[in-house]
């Protein structure tokens, strides 16, 4: 099956669970990360159970602060 993630199309294995695309992409600081999943925000509570769909879409956010 394929997945597009960060614009990218991957093939990947069938029944990938998120917590394994994110060692498969070395996601750097996972407990800080937010994923997308087709335009939807997965819970942390979630991710474990996240299994992924041929044709999902996914997006791994970092939010940084900042400002004056």
């Known amino acids: 099956m394929y997945v597009t993630v960060a614009g ?3 093939k990947v294995k069938e029944g990938l669970t998120l917590p394994e695309l ?3 992409e070395k996601v750097e600081t996972p407990e800080y990360v937010t994923v997308s999943i087709n335009d939807e925000f997965i819970d ?3 991710r474990a159970e996240t299994v992924l769909k041929d044709g999902d879409a996914v997006e791994f956010l970092y939010f940084m602060g900042g400002g004056c």
Do not use: G, N, P, V
Request: charged residues 45%; without cysteine.
């Open 22 to 24: 994110i060692e498969l």
């Open 44 to 46: 942390a509570d979630q």
């Open 8 to 10: 990218t199309r991957k």
